[in-house]
């Protein structure tokens, strides 16, 4: 099974929206597609005071099929907080165990899978693991989302220098304009984290108003290429 992992420099930067795009332009592409995220804290309320999490379901709106929550996102926690510390204020704690089966889990469902890690690589994923423990279990390239704003070159320049420390792989950056931001911080943000390391920038996306759009629209990335040999 082939993949990608999309992490991200900062919370709130945009990943699901990057994931979800990347899922549906390889289903265009005629891959079968899995999408995961190892867990998920902050839920919203339906009518009936059923928890759900946007997160999960943007990325089953994007396979386009039935997949269960627990297929998608097996650690769910219903405050806005990390995923341990989310967890104690339910009285649990986070299951590795479960996470790494729910990966499994996939690799008879799909040809390549689109995992998304929640906050960025040192974000707590357990008591004792953060999001760069399980990239590295992934074995996927990165896709580092970063913000195009005011911040932006230190946060990818760090979230690079501690994916190389870990010996993690590298597809390339997307540099993501979740809201509005003045011209000159877009025109310059990609041009100083390229003159200070040596990955791909794969795509600049601007702000969009309406709908998902493509990351790769102009490009013409092949995700498919980029995710690299299982």
């Known amino acids: 099974m082939r993949g990608l992992f999309i992490t991200g420099t900062d919370t709130s930067v945009g990943k699901t929206h990057i994931a979800c795009a990347i899922v549906r332009e390889l289903r265009v592409a005629g891959h079968r597609v899995g999408a995961f995220k190892p867990a998920c804290s902050g839920a919203s309320l339906d009518e009936n005071g059923r928890p759900h999490w946007e997160d999960i379901d943007r990325l089953r709106d994007a396979l386009d099929r039935e997949v269960s929550d627990d297929q998608l996102c097996p650690q769910r926690f219903l405050a806005p907080l990390a995923p341990p510390v989310a967890a104690q204020k339910e009285g649990r704690r986070v299951d590795w165990e479960s996470i ?12 390549i899978l689109v995992i ?14 953060t999001m760069v ?3 590295g ?3 996927f390239p990165l896709v580092i989302v970063a913000r195009l704003g005011l ?7 760090l979230t690079v220098e ?3 420390q ?9 540099f993501n304009e979740p809201t509005p931001t003045e ?15 040596d990955v791909p920038i794969l795509a600049i996306c601007r702000h969009q108003t309406e709908g998902v759009g493509r990351v790769s629209e102009s490009l013409r990335l092949d995700w498919w290429n980029l995710a690299g040999v299982p």
């Open 100 to 111: 790494l089966h729910g990966f499994e889990t996939w690799q008879q469902d799909c040809d």
């Open 116 to 129: 998304e890690g929640a906050g960025g690589l040192l974000c707590p994923l357990t008591d004792d693991a």
């Open 133 to 135: 423990e399980f990239a």
């Open 137 to 139: 279990h992934s074995l």
């Open 151 to 157: 911040g932006t070159i230190n946060h990818t320049l």
């Open 162 to 164: 501690v994916a190389r």
């Open 166 to 174: 870990r010996g993690l792989r590298i597809a390339g950056l997307v």
């Open 183 to 197: 011209d000159v911080l877009v025109a310059s943000n990609p041009v100083e984290v390229a003159a200070r390391c």
